[in-house]
């Protein structure tokens, strides 16, 4: 079993940056894949990034070029480095954990981008 805990989440103007964070209590690189997932009022949860434990990584196109998914196998913490944010970036941010069998989620952290 993996417990995720995801920080960093605020209230941030367009254009603007945040940093996510996510700890997970195991080594993230016994687990298969790391995520970064956001679901917006009324919306269907979707993907944002992942990151393999082979350090691959994978983007929604909606998020190219502005976010970046990193990790810290020191710390077990994986990060969402989100850049010229947009107010349709405004969601519930959840960190994800694919152990092949498993699937574990955090509890979500609110971003709030005003334009």
């Known amino acids: 079993q993996v417990q995720l805990v995801e920080s960093g989440g605020g209230l941030v103007q367009a254009g603007g940056s945040l940093r996510l964070s996510c700890a997970a209590s195991k080594s993230i690189f016994s687990i298969n894949a790391m995520g970064w997932y956001r679901q917006a009022p009324g919306k269907q949860r979707e993907l944002v990034a992942t990151?393999?434990?082979?350090?691959?990584?994978a983007y929604a196109d909606s998020v190219k070029g502005r976010f970046t998914i990193s990790r810290d196998g020191a710390k077990n913490t994986v990060y969402l480095q989100m850049s010229s944010l947009k107010p349709e970036d405004t969601a519930v941010y959840y960190c994800n954990a694919n152990d092949v069998i498993f699937s574990y989620w955090g509890q979500g952290t609110q971003v709030t981008v005003s334009s």
């Open positions: 990151i393999s434990s082979g350090g691959s990584t």
